[in-house]
């Protein structure tokens, strides 16, 4: 039997042999590194995760009613639950996606949904990210390839299997697909930070990895040009580029990596997109301070799983609370993602918070504040003993006919004792996450 140490390394040198690499973009240089992954797991019993499985149901569930109204007769604005200002302000929406209906009226079909447990036990929904989450093929490869290096470990464990990932994906877009065409998986090229898992799931969900100039439209249609320049029509797109890159002639101009004209074949109708455009109004950390209210407007329910505490300086009253509290919050940028933007009042030169105070003041909206969540440590592996890090997790949900959530997740830790931030980008590592089946 392997012991831990063992499986660290054994499970490490088999991810870098296949490649298993997170690319980062730092002071204008690209650099690929590996995501280490920690053998001891994070174990979810069977009743925490039926509460986590149904209130991310009911949540990701809401945010689909969200996006479909917010892009069409935006009821949540007229009934004064979201001011109208909020939505039009933020720099994920997209007035280009006005009055498009996506295939099956489904807006986020992959939502990746992140959430750190309390220390009295309560999990609490820290950001919703409907754009393109990525992250789940690590699980899925490092679950692989420890069933390689340690079979017994499964054997002996009533874990659920973590291996159905691909085909949730797949059935999400079998469902969505236009006219039963194609499916690509759209990625921008091997230096995406998350190439590695665009390759990865087109190979296991078995749909065709494609390139910009692999795809063409015409006569709104979409195309993958193949070999000997045959041509096939696409059905659906699961794109892994931003949306501004989507499509050059809607979006930037400037743009290599979109397909011209791809937004017009989707405004037809013509080909489906997973995630569609525009959803990052829907992740707008501003806009998530509104999540449980959107569970009662859209839903007639009261929201499963809370927010963290969060205040807008949008409001006065916040705002007022914000400035006098600087010190013992943690203030984000909403536009930034990926751990970026994020400043703890506490680790601030006096210098430092009087220029934040004073940026709150002039851009309200560009701002959330949220309590500190002393949110639980999890154990990892260094050297040959182990030290407790702040983790959070990941869970993945897959919106076709039905909401399901994939029954594992990515569990991310932070390798500095000092840091709350777990972020991939901001050097942490990973490990596997056992959601127990009784």
């Not at 949540?59 to 109204?69: G, P």
């Not at 280009?96 to 209906?101: A, K, L, M, S």
């Not at 969060?310 to 013992?328: A, C, G, R, S």
């Not at 984000?332 to 004073?358: I, T, W």
Request: net charge negative.
């Amino acid at each position: 039997m392997y012991t831990l140490v063992k499986q660290k390394e054994a499970v490490n040198k088999w991810m870098e042999r296949f490649g298993v690499r997170f690319g980062i973009y730092k002071n204008g240089n690209f650099n690929e590194q590996i995501f280490p992954f920690d053998p001891i797991p994070r174990i979810i019993t069977h009743k925490d995760w039926l509460e986590i499985e149904a209130g991310l149901v009911q949540r990701v569930k809401a945010l689909n009613l969200f996006l479909k109204d917010i892009y069409s007769t935006k009821e949540i604005v007229k009934h004064g639950v979201i001011p109208e200002e909020f939505i039009y302000s933020s720099s994920g929406y997209l007035a280009q996606c006005e009055g498009i209906t996506p295939s099956r009226d489904i807006y986020s079909h992959i939502s990746g949904i992140d959430l750190v447990q309390a220390k009295n036990g309560k999990w609490i929904v820290l950001e919703d990210n409907l754009r393109i989450p990525s992250g789940a093929s690590y699980p899925m490869i490092a679950r692989t390839i420890t069933r390689k290096v340690s079979p017994e470990t499964f054997k002996e464990n009533a874990v659920f299997d973590n291996r159905s990932y691909a085909s949730l994906i797949r059935k999400a877009m079998d469902y969505v697909n236009v006219d039963n065409g194609l499916a690509v998986i759209l990625t921008p090229g091997r230096y995406n930070s998350a190439y590695f898992e665009h390759s990865y799931l087109a190979e296991k969900a078995g749909v065709i990895l494609a390139y910009a100039d692999d795809l063409i439209v015409e006569n709104d249609t979409v195309y993958y040009i193949g070999l000997f320049d045959k041509r096939e029509r696409v059905g659906v797109i699961y794109r892994r580029i931003s949306d501004e890159f989507l499509d050059p002639m809607t979006f930037d101009s400037s743009s290599m990596l979109g397909v011209p004209n791809l937004m017009q074949a989707y405004r037809k109708g013509n080909v489906a997109i997973v995630n569609a455009p525009g959803n990052g109004i829907a992740d707008d950390k501003g806009i998530y301070y509104y999540v449980p209210k959107m569970v009662e407007f859209y839903l007639g329910e009261k929201a499963i799983l809370e927010n963290a505490p969060t205040y807008l300086p949008y409001y006065e009253y916040d705002k007022k609370y914000v400035l006098e509290n600087i010190k013992t919050l943690v203030i984000k940028d909403v536009a930034e993602a990926g751990g970026y933007g994020v400043m703890f009042g506490r680790d601030l030169s006096e210098e430092k918070l009087e220029n934040l105070k004073q940026l709150i003041e002039a851009e309200p909206r560009r701002w959330i504040a949220q309590e500190i969540i002393d949110f639980i440590d999890l154990e990892i592996m260094e050297g040959e003993g182990t030290v407790m890090r702040k983790s959070d997790l990941r869970v993945y949900v897959i919106s076709e006919e039905e909401t399901r959530v994939w029954r594992s997740g990515l569990t991310r830790y932070t390798r500095d004792p000092t840091s709350f931030i777990v972020n991939s980008s901001q050097g942490g590592g990973f490990k596997d996450t056992w959601v127990l089946s009784k």
